[in-house]
């Protein structure tokens, strides 16, 4: 055995630390996999949330997502920030008594598009794009103005609302029964089924850009350069899109030898109860209640 290793080189005898190859691979490939991986993480949230016997739970999806857009729209419309932030208050209320996790609400709604929102807004609170009262000087010519800022903080606002009331909708309720509640809303079933499928879609481009990516990473050693993952991603971008076309029609075919019809099949039947009666008439007083604040308070 010692002959041997004698007429071996020196490299090819020496033992090799693998964890180096390993801990040195390229970062952006993990990224990738943990963010898409995260979109199978979401629905799973979802269904697990979908189970809990909460508020938003137990009331019927037709009434749920007409309440709730109808918060979105009233939000949009109404121009007094104190209310915006009532409606904000509202929305956080029901992610509370829908038992949802308040860390993962307030991370996945209002701590990253509001923000961003804002700040992206704030050049055009400056002086020469709104006139007002002087709030903060950037210079001697140049400020914040007062109603600039106030319309910075309308817009984010609006937007963390319709966030807050759209995940409230996607977070308990499953898809299908998001599906037949619009179909019995007699919204038309080309645009529901477009919908569906659209939202089914997601999952199969996720699926084969993770087994794009997961092949790359197994087969890399080293650091990469990052013209060559720039490379990479493009390539993987045309790839899975080729590939997500034919499976796309692969997955249909399937559907339809399946008994597939285009709607939405459950075995939970669509009614409107007791509970339902009661939560459409405590936020119809709300309304009623923030209303009155605007048009006779001044809120």
Known sequence: MNRVNK?????LAQSENYSD???????????ALSEITKVFQNEFLAEKYEKYDGLLQIIDPRVKILVLLFYIVFASAVFSIFVKILIAAIGLLFAVMSKLKLSDFLRRVWCYLPPVLFILSLPAAINLFSSGTPLIYL???FYFTLSGIKTALRVS???GISLSFVYLIFATTRAV???K???????PDVFVSILS??????????????KVIEARFLRTVGKVKSKDERRFVSHSIASVFLKSKKLSGDVYDAMCCRGFTGKAVSLNELKFGIQDFIFTCCNVIIVLILLLGVYAFGW
Request: glycine fraction near 0%; charged fraction near 20%; charge should be positive.
């Open 181 to 187: 509640a619009l179909r019995a809303l007699k919204l």
């Open 7 to 11: 007429n071996l080189p020196i490299w």
């Open 139 to 141: 210079s001697k010519t």
């Open 197 to 210: 499928m659209a939202y089914r879609y997601i999952f199969v481009l996720a699926s084969e850009a993770i």
């Open 21 to 31: 190859y390993i801990e040195c691979r390229p970062h952006f490939l993990r990224r």
């Open 177 to 179: 029964q998001i599906e």
């Open 157 to 159: 606002l609006t937007c």
